[in-house]
């Protein structure tokens, strides 16, 4: 196996691995969310401001913004690795 194709392997394993770790945070956090909404049904509605329908509405969409600034930041220390595991493992010298 060359370089090309285990960097490759590692590459696309790494990425299956993220993406469970993403589905499996995913799952509970939308089980503590739905915890948390049905508590904020059931409590007395006369109590109740805008601000925290507003923070509701934020739990729920918090996910869906996350993912792409996790993606960047995850793109960014797979970059620096890949490039520093380079120099260090493939040189020609």
Do not use: H
Request: hydrophobic share 45%; aromatic share 30%.
């Amino acid at each position: 196996m060359n370089k090309y194709t285990s960097k490759q392997m590692y590459m696309s394993e790494d990425t299956k691995r993220l993406q469970q770790v993403n589905g499996t945070l995913m799952f509970l956090y939308y089980f503590l969310f739905a915890i948390v909404a049905y508590q904020f049904i059931y409590r007395n509605k006369e109590q109740r401001q805008w601000k925290a329908y507003f923070m509701l509405f934020f739990f729920f969409l918090f996910p869906f913004v996350m993912y792409p600034i996790q993606q960047f930041i995850y793109y960014i220390f797979q970059s620096l690795f890949l490039g520093v595991s380079n120099k260090i493992y493939y040189t020609d010298e």
